[in-house]
């Protein structure tokens, strides 16, 4: 029975309707959008022609666990820092695993308001990743743009650099040049920035 008003007559209606013969689009509400999957990257990786490896390990959480469980993996490692300003801009700040980023001073070498990390909540609705898998491979879920990607100037030295694909049960390869062409294909311009030079000046 259908109620008065609101989702459930809409949805009553348009079951009827449809039942009558009639092809009519169901309404977005009924269909969420749902986070790319690791097959989701990789085929978008196959439609770019970008030539990527992957290795298997079990689930790492920390920059630590990377580093004991990973095993040897050629090509730069990394930390990936999900940020807010106070203005709402939400970053994506790449660099080396070992790096020292002064979170006192980022603000200022990106152009940025004051920053403090993203919740998990906005970490999942905009890169659709949860917290220990976070990677700039998921701007492939940033489909409205609103995450800006840095990467590190010294990171970018790398031939070869190594990210979650979405999950932290894998570490895929790709080279650094591949990681740009795939970034811009997303619709963004990544950053190049030297976020973990010497402390700037108060």
């Not at 030539?51 to 990377?66: A, M």
């Not at 993996?73 to 990936?80: A, F, L």
């Amino acid at each position: 029975m259908a109620q008065a008003g609101g989702k459930c007559n809409s949805i009553d209606r348009l079951a009827a309707e449809r039942a009558d013969g009639l092809r009519l689009p169901l309404p977005p509400f009924l269909f969420p959008k749902m986070p790319a999957t690791r097959a989701d990257l990789m085929a978008a990786f196959e439609r770019l022609g970008i030539q990527t490896t992957t290795t298997e390990h079990p689930p790492l959480f920390t920059v630590e666990q990377s580093q004991a469980l990973r095993g040897s993996i050629p090509g730069g490692h990394t930390k990936n820092l999900f940020l807010k300003d106070k203005k709402d801009a939400v970053f994506l700040v790449v660099a080396e695993e070992d790096a020292e980023v002064d979170m006192k001073s980022l603000h200022k070498r990106i152009g940025s308001a004051r920053l403090s990390f993203g919740k998990p909540e906005l970490l999942m609705e905009l890169l659709g990743v949860a917290p220990g898998s976070v990677t700039p491979l998921a701007a492939l879920n940033d489909t409205g743009g609103r995450v800006t990607v840095i990467l590190d100037e010294a990171l970018m030295r790398h031939e070869r650099l190594n990210f979650h694909p979405l999950e932290n049960t894998a570490t895929t390869t790709i080279r650094s040049d591949d990681l740009l062409a795939f970034l811009r294909s997303s619709g963004r311009e990544p950053r190049i920035v030297d976020v973990s030079g010497p402390a700037l000046p108060d």
